[in-house]
């Protein structure tokens, strides 16, 4: 019992994945600042914005659903937090689930409908438009997504003698025993779909046609501020950790370190360093090159973006694992 609320309430729980939301979101401003010659605001900046926003007036507009409009980022935020105990560390597994591919596939679209719920009940029209824009940028993110986790679940599964599977504990086993998913070059394409789904999945540039501040200010946001804006910052923060660590999961997630020494704690130690530098590492290469060098795209290329490339590649890793 003492276990569970550590994992939920420090490690890998909140704790841990708010200060790695936050860092994660500086680096990604400061590196893109860069990208682009200038200075940028220090990599601590996602802190000093959340605590400020708490800070704020919690303004509610009259016309809003009040109960939606509230309640919208809370589960938004424990949807994100409540995935990180479902990723393992390499070799460690804290809450060992036989399908938790699919319980992830599902909490990790809670936040976008989240959005899409806090912005129709704020009665706003920007909202009302950046929630047909969300719903669309949803919808084609999904599907090569899906195909996506059923390759890698495939390739582990048929690696192992039991046919596809959805836990992310034997693709880890199957990756301590066959080397990293990157290794084998039928799932590269697969890994290069993942890392262009990102940018989209957390809603950054050139897929943040939802959002988009100089069109619609904000969109479904618009209304939001103080405590309920600062939920929702911190979730966009938290869910580019998380898609940076599935991807450390699913692609690279072998034996880490390893057990190199008698203490378990420092085994967890180690192999999380080496775990939060691969993730810094997937978000410089997915996120802040992308939003450093592409202008945003409309919805409708959006559309037609996800359901060509990162589609095809992820159907060519399906077709590949299947015959090879």
């Known amino acids: 019992m003492l276990n569970m609320i550590f994992y939920i309430l420090v490690f890998p729980g909140f704790l841990f994945c708010f200060l790695m939301g936050m860092l994660l979101s500086g680096i990604n401003r400061k590196l893109v600042a860069r990208m682009q010659r200038r200075i940028g605001p220090p990599i ?18 009259k016309a809003a659903a009040k109960k939606a409009f509230i309640i919208a980022p809370i589960i938004a935020l424990v949807s994100v937090v409540t995935i990180s105990l479902f990723i393992p ?13 699919i319980v992830i596939l599902y909490l990790i679209t809670i936040p976008a409908v989240m959005i899409m719920v806090g912005g129709s009940s704020s009665a706003s029209p920007y909202a009302g438009v950046g929630i047909s824009r969300e719903m669309v940028t949803m919808l084609s993110y999904e599907l090569p997504l899906v195909i996506i986790l ?3 679940g495939a390739k582990a599964g048929f690696g192992l003698d039991c046919g596809v599977t959805f836990s992310l504990a034997k693709i880890g086993e199957y990756q301590g025993v066959s080397g990293i998913m990157l290794s084998n070059w039928t799932l590269i394409p697969a890994a290069l779909a993942y890392l262009l789904i990102i940018p ?6 050139p897929f943040d046609v939802a959002e988009a501040e100089t069109e619609i200010c904000e969109g479904p946001l618009v209304e939001y501020s103080g405590f309920y804006l600062a939920m929702y910052k911190l979730t966009q923060g938290i869910k580019m950790f998380i898609m940076a660590s599935l991807f450390t ?3 690279i997630g072998g034996n880490g370190l390893g057990p190199i020494t008698g203490s378990y704690i420092l085994n967890i130690f180690l192999n999380t360093v ?8 997937v978000i410089m290469v997915s996120v802040s090159f992308a939003k450093a060098v592409v202008a945003r795209i409309k919805v409708e ?13 992820a159907v060519v890793s399906l077709i590949l694992t299947y015959v090879i």
């Not at 989209?200 to 540039?205: K, N, P």
């Not at 290329?301 to 590649?313: N, V």
């Open 44 to 61: 601590i900046q996602p802190f000093y914005d959340f605590f400020k926003l708490i800070g704020k007036e919690r303004i509610i507009p």
């Open 89 to 101: 560390i390499f070799s460690y597994t804290f809450v060992p689930n036989t399908a938790d591919i």
């Open 150 to 152: 059923l390759t890698v």
């Open 200 to 205: 989209a999945e957390i809603g950054s540039v």
């Open 249 to 251: 999961a699913l692609f």
């Open 274 to 281: 080496i775990f939060v530098l691969i993730d810094i590492v």
């Open 301 to 313: 290329q959006t559309l037609k973006f996800f359901w060509t490339i990162p589609t095809a590649l």
